[in-house]
């Protein structure tokens, strides 16, 4: 578990600028997904998105459709955040936070929120006396504590999946 749990507080979420600046295929966009979001996966078998998946949200209009059967920037972040938040949220309240939070801010400054509160939150629920500041008074909105509390629920939720693994291996 300590080794695991000390990935997971150093994870980094890609911010936007790491995202790949040019458009992917889907079979691409899964791969970078899979990539970066594996360490959440609960077995290794179960993969995070599907092309299915994401044909479907397209279809639900949680994110645009693609461009020539490409993806852009914003097409991943969302994507990243949906695969993230699907385990605590239905869809249709994922799509409904990313749609509030875009009313506040831009695409590229609320996903890099997201990232860093994530990486904040998975470094809080496996180090719980660790101080985290929060220097962006201009942070402190109802959308913002909602967010924070959306990833911190998230993690959470892998710390007990981490110790409930831990428990069967014992």
């Not at 300590?2 to 150093?10: G, S, T, V, Y």
């Not at 995202?19 to 791969?31: A, N, R």
């Not at 994507?79 to 249709?92: D, E, G």
């Amino acid at each position: 578990m300590r080794i695991e749990a000390d990935d997971l507080m150093k994870y980094h979420c890609p911010r936007w600028n790491e995202l790949p600046q040019i458009d992917l295929y889907i079979d691409q966009v899964i791969c970078v997904l899979q990539d970066n979001l594996s360490i959440f996966s609960k077995d290794k078998e179960t993969p995070i998105i599907t092309a299915s998946m994401i044909n479907n949200y397209v279809k639900q209009g949680i994110i645009d459709a693609p461009i020539k059967k490409k993806y852009n920037r914003q097409q991943i972040s969302h994507l990243f955040v949906i695969c993230i938040l699907k385990r605590l949220m239905s869809i249709s309240e994922i799509d409904d936070s990313i749609r509030t939070i875009k009313k506040i801010c831009t695409v590229e400054d609320g996903y890099n929120k997201f990232c860093k509160e994530l990486e904040n939150a998975l470094k809080k629920a496996f180090n719980p006396e660790l101080e985290i500041e929060n220097n962006n008074k201009e942070e402190d909105t109802r959308e913002y504590e909602t967010l924070k509390a959306m990833v911190t629920a998230f993690a959470n939720c892998i710390l007990v999946d981490r110790l409930i693994l831990l428990r069967k291996k014992n």
